[in-house]
């Protein structure tokens, strides 16, 4: 009968080593950046001419009345995309921007503003892809009436395939970093876990076509080249 209390006081020590004891962890799935021993950045560049051009072009009139003013923003605007088809620029290629009109007035002298008429705009973004007809494309829209033109953007049609160049680059850049890294830490260099690209590309290049003369020369606008730049970071092993 004695040894009855006895089990009951192990199975009571038990039970409390049990309860306090710690739960066994579970188990994570590591990530390639746990795996990684070495992570590097490496930068790639290319330089490419670009393919074709985005400009925007537009009018800008006022009038007494906005009926008045958005008539004579249609006629001029009328003009301004006939001088576009006429210089070849297709029909799907030129798109409306923004259109507004907006009441216009006087600056105040007695603390109240005055209207005095009514601001009509219509702008468009127009896609040229003979970028040697640009200049001459940008005086017909000024002969044509457009009271505004210009904000050349010069762009690439497969930007991707350019920057697969620079892609490359990028990763032989991280690798030789890391190598430098692995060699003075006297460790062996392994396979690669992760690589990751920094969003971003490179900044358009800008430009603005000034109203001239009739008979004056034609506007010169030099597309040049682009310097394409990817920015991507590198996770490495090392070899065991």
């Known amino acids: 009968m004695r040894a009855m209390p006895g089990r009951i006081v192990f199975a009571a020590a038990c039970a409390v080593v049990c309860a306090i004891a710690p739960a066994p962890a579970r188990a994570q799935t590591p990530?390639?950046?746990?795996?990684?021993?070495?992570?590097?950045?490496?930068?790639?560049s290319v330089t490419a001419a670009p393919d074709y051009a985005q400009i925007r072009a537009g009018v800008i009139t006022k009038a007494k009345t906005a009926v008045e003013a958005t008539d004579a923003n249609a006629r001029q605007m009328t003009a301004v995309i006939a001088a576009l088809?006429?210089?070849?620029?297709?029909?799907?290629?030129?798109?409306?921007?923004q259109f507004s009109v907006q009441p216009v007035y006087a600056s105040p002298v007695s603390g109240e503003q005055r209207l005095t008429g009514f601001s009509a705009s219509n702008q468009l973004t127009i896609k040229i892809l003979k970028l040697d007809k640009l200049g001459d494309i940008l005086d017909r829209l000024v002969a044509a009436g457009a009271t505004d033109a210009g904000n050349v953007t010069f762009l690439h049609a497969?930007?991707?395939?350019?920057?697969?160049?620079?892609?490359?680059?990028?990763?032989?850049?991280a690798r030789r970093k890391a190598e430098v890294y692995a060699h003075a830490a006297g460790v062996n260099l392994g396979a690669v876990v992760?690589?990751?690209?920094?969003?971003?590309?490179?900044?358009?290049?800008?430009?603005?076509?000034?109203?001239?003369?009739?008979?004056?020369?034609?506007?010169?606008?030099?597309s040049g080249e682009d310097t394409l730049r990817v920015h991507i970071t590198v996770g490495f092993a090392l070899a065991h």
Do not use: H
């Open 31 to 44: 990530t390639p950046a746990d795996e990684a021993a070495i992570v590097v950045g490496g930068e790639g």
């Open 85 to 97: 088809t006429n210089a070849g620029i297709a029909k799907t290629d030129i798109q409306t921007a």
């Open 158 to 173: 497969d930007l991707s395939k350019v920057l697969d160049q620079a892609r490359q680059a990028a990763v032989a850049d």
């Open 194 to 222: 992760f690589i990751s690209e920094a969003s971003g590309g490179a900044a358009p290049v800008f430009a603005r076509a000034l109203a001239a003369p009739a008979m004056a020369a034609a506007t010169p606008i030099m």
